[in-house]
């Protein structure tokens, strides 16, 4: 598993590179090495990968000088951000040659809409998962109040994402605030219910949510789906929860920060990844859905048949996509997890 801060794949191949060079900046633990290796000896291009913690940090990297990094792997929120910053290089992924791949409700994104800064990568939801064996009565309710109101022997044993949307979302549609809203009094609210599940968190954290729950670290932790698949293949008995009051749907892309020393090749590497042989070994290995077509004759079964990943029709209701929330109501989250962490 890609767990380390930076790796270099260059060694990797055993044999002779080219001088072409290439810097990726990415979550931990969420490219395949192995993917990355074959890059390399298909290119003769030397890979780096640098990992961060959170979109914060990220977003922090790049507004302080980008860090050399020639490909990074934005949420929506943060794409929207450097796309009106104008942070990112138009590399022009719609006249890409494997642009063609894509399904089509992924040729447009919010804040992209031509997608010239932009490629899907990944693409899920952002719920909760919970090791029956540890929990009250072996069951947890499909609700966001299994964990923000846990039950008292659940205290110290749930873990939170360490990212502000999805803390923030979650808390939104369980208060019924709008996730978007300007008001501060239903602020309020959010952070009331974030302050009030606090001393029942053991920790808030995007890294090692999966290896957390296999070594049984947490009974819960809210988890992207990802994550829980491959949770769910050291324990099956897992449970992957979509919250009755709304669940988060995500998309990842890759993008190209403007000052890229090494754009030609970062722009011959997102073009790569839109081959659907490619798209379908990422998923493989992350254990979320690509949105690249023909990607589906090479996904593994389990990845295929686990409810996690693919969701249920019955769930669909449950589903809330990204909305790209005023200025006024970004300061006010922003407010909200800075008391929350303090």
């Known amino acids: 598993m890609l767990m380390a801060s930076a790796i270099s794949l260059g060694a990797m191949t055993g044999g002779a590179l080219a001088d072409g060079e290439l810097n990726l900046y990415n979550w931990s633990n969420y490219f395949s090495p192995e993917l990355l290796e074959r890059y390399e000896k298909e290119t003769g291009t030397r890979v780096t990968v640098d990992n961060y913690a959170s979109e914060e940090d990220l977003l922090a990297k790049l507004q302080a000088g980008g860090g050399g990094y020639d490909v990074i792997f934005p949420g929506t929120t943060t794409l929207g951000v450097m796309v009106e910053k104008g942070m990112l290089a138009k590399i022009d992924v719609n006249q890409m040659e494997n642009f063609k791949n894509l399904l089509p409700a992924f040729t447009t994104i919010a804040g992209d809409e031509d997608r010239t800064y932009s490629a899907p990568y990944?693409?899920?939801?952002?719920?909760?998962t919970y090791d029956p064996a540890m929990v009250p009565g072996g069951k947890l309710e499909d609700s966001w109040k299994a964990i923000f109101e846990p039950a008292d022997e659940l205290k110290g044993n749930i873990a939170m994402l360490n990212e502000m949307s999805d803390v923030w979302n979650a808390a939104a549609y369980y208060t019924?605030?709008?996730k978007c809203t300007e008001d501060p009094a239903e602020a309020q609210k959010i952070l009331d219910v974030l302050m009030a599940q606090k001393p029942h968190?053991?920790?808030y954290s995007n890294d090692g949510t999966i290896d957390r729950m296999i070594a049984g670290e947490v009974a819960v932790h809210?988890?992207?789906n990802g994550a829980a698949h491959r949770v769910k293949a050291e324990k099956p008995n897992a449970v992957y929860?979509?919250?009755a009051e709304g669940t988060t749907f995500w998309t990842d892309v890759i993008a190209v920060p403007k000052d890229a020393p090494n754009?030609?090749?970062a722009k011959a590497f997102v073009n790569w990844m839109m081959s659907p042989e490619v798209a379908?070994?990422?998923s493989n290995y992350t254990g979320y859905s690509n949105a690249v077509a023909g990607s589906g004759e090479f996904l593994k079964d389990d990845l295929k048949a686990d409810p996690a990943v693919n969701t249920p029709a019955?769930?669909?209701d449950r589903l809330r996509a990204f909305e790209n929330c005023s200025p006024a109501s970004k300061d006010l989250r922003e407010k909200v997890w800075t008391k929350l962490k303090s």
């Open 241 to 243: 929860v979509y919250p």
């Open 314 to 316: 019955e769930y669909n």
């Open 280 to 282: 379908a070994a990422a």
């Open 176 to 178: 019924g605030v709008s």
């Open 263 to 265: 754009l030609e090749e």
């Open 222 to 224: 809210m988890q992207w």
């Open 122 to 128: 990944m693409w899920g939801t952002t719920g909760f």
């Open 201 to 203: 968190v053991k920790l």
